[in-house]
């Protein structure tokens, strides 16, 4: 499984910046990754296992400069976690599978579910459709 790589291995399968943000807890710049901007039709997949994160339907300008979603594709497919970091009480957004770190939730969504899910571009592979 995914979820039971070492670290080594981790390193060798993903670039140093995605390593740096999935694993390591990360963030990219804003305006910079290749998603903020994104609006094609399709999934975007956990770029370090493969997993349906969020799906383009959820997808929304946030302004914030990283995609933005207001809910998970599955929510099997994400797990939450309170991350109290840089003296902030956030909720970290991390891949089930393979616990890599994608972002954090926010309470300032639109409606209806108002929640905004915050998501590193470089921890998400665009699919325009899944693959069987
Ligand atoms: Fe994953």
New binding site residues.
Partial sequence: M??ELSEDKWKKKLTKEQYRV?REKGTEPAFRGKYWNHHEKGVY???????P?FSSEEKFDSGTGWPSFDKPYDEANVKEQIDTSYDMKRTEV???????HLGHVFNDGPNPTGCRYCINSISLDFQSKIKD
């Fill in positions: 995914e979820s999935l997949k956990c770029a370090g296992c493969g997993a994160l991390l891949c089930s599978n393979c616990g890599g």
